[in-house]
């Protein structure tokens, strides 16, 4: 479905990712983890064309996108979170839904039609009763899923969802989690999932792949990567 292939950013002289190959099948939840500045947001940021790789190339369902603009690359069905959240502020969370519908396909529905598919997303991620109010006067889990719904809203067939459970209280977590699940196993959409927390992501993901320094590390199941020595420096640091 999603394949990178050999993908090198440079910033100025520093590589935030050097020759990073991997790839991710139709409905798989991949988690993608590694430590701060391993360059796991920036990975986010090639694939959906913020920016432009200095080498390599990405490729979705077997169609070169690596130098497609970032709206071109969410018409295809490529959706995401930010680790920052960027709802807009000012407008309620139906508006910051049917924004998604209006400006993230490819062809619009008409004005009852977005309407109605965006009550129906706000009740898939638990936000209904707050329709009417402004993205401002939510709290932090709610912004958060309400990103969730936006992105859901473009028709991604992948989304890319980028620590949707940073500052969430345990609660939170577990609903956050469970949400993630749902997304891929009631609306068949693939998951590509960054994530700090890794009791959540080690249960929920089937795969994890793992960058350190801009360079793929280690690639497996949960149980696997979770005991291979690189990722243990990595996290830990080397033994004594």
Known sequence: ??????????????????????????????????????????????????????????????????????????????????????????????????TGIFFGRGKSPSLSEAR???????????????????????????????????ALATEPKILLIDEALAGLNPTETISAMKLIKKIRDERGVTVLWIEHVMKAIMEVAERIIVLHHGEKIAEGPPNVVANDEKVIEAYLGRRP
């Open 116 to 150: 109605h598919e965006s009550l129906r997303l706000l009740e898939f991620v638990g936000l209904l009763d707050k329709k009417d109010v402004p993205a401002k006067h939510l709290t932090l889990s709610e912004r958060r899923m309400l990103e969730v719904a936006r």
């Open 1 to 98: 479905m999603l394949e990178i292939i050999g993908v090198t950013k440079y910033f100025g002289g520093l590589a935030a990712l050097k020759d990073v190959s991997l790839s991710v099948q139709e409905k798989e939840i991949v988690g993608l983890i590694g430590p701060n500045g391993a360059g796991k947001t920036t990975l986010f940021n090639v694939i959906t064309g913020a920016y432009r790789p200095s080498s390599g190339t990405i490729k979705f369902y077997g169609q070169d996108i690596t130098k497609l603009k970032p709206h071109k690359i969410c018409h295809l069905g490529i959706g995401r979170t930010f680790q920052l959240v960027r709802t807009f502020q000012a407008m309620t969370a139906l508006e910051n839904v049917m």
